[in-house]
Nanobody, 124 residues
Framework: QVTLVESGGAWGQPGDSLRLSCAIS????????MGWFRRAPGKERQFVAA????????LYANSVRGRFTISRDTAKNTVYLQMNSLKPEDTGVYYC?????????????????WGQGTQVTVSS
């Protein structure tokens, strides 16, 4: 029922900014939270950020806190990840995920629907 499509991934230099978008189809009130995860080359997929249903609460990995901002526009069925002060370690495939339950968990198993990912590369 739920389809997620990420976009906005690109190459950037350290210190650059990039904005990722996740377009959601079939998202209903039964889905209570959204998250962003990333997979660095050769590594496991890790939590980046999460946001609750109405956008009033967010959760960030320590590695991105203060640099990344997650937001959502429920009317547009879209969630965003604004990435500032990019670092080479931010490189990876970024995935959007949707929950069918509430809260802003950081565990991958807490999410029920996933996008295909969008590539972000940060290098000088």
């Amino acid at each position: 029922q739920v389809t997620l499509v990420e976009s906005g991934g690109a190459w950037g230099q350290p210190g650059d900014s990039l904005r990722l978008s996740c377009a959601i189809s079939g998202y209903a009130a039964r889905s209570r939270g959204m998250g962003w995860f990333r997979r660095a080359p050769g590594k496991e997929r890790q939590f980046v950020a999460a946001i609750n249903q109405d956008g009033s609460a967010g959760l960030y990995a320590n590695s991105v806190r203060g640099r990344f901002t997650i937001s959502r526009d429920t009317a547009k069925n879209t969630v965003y990840l604004q990435m500032n002060s990019l670092k080479p370690e931010d490189t990876g495939v970024y995935y959007c995920a949707a929950r069918s339950l509430g809260g802003v968990p950081l565990t991958e198993s807490s999410y029920d629907y996933w996008g295909q990912g969008t590539q972000v590369t940060v290098s000088s």
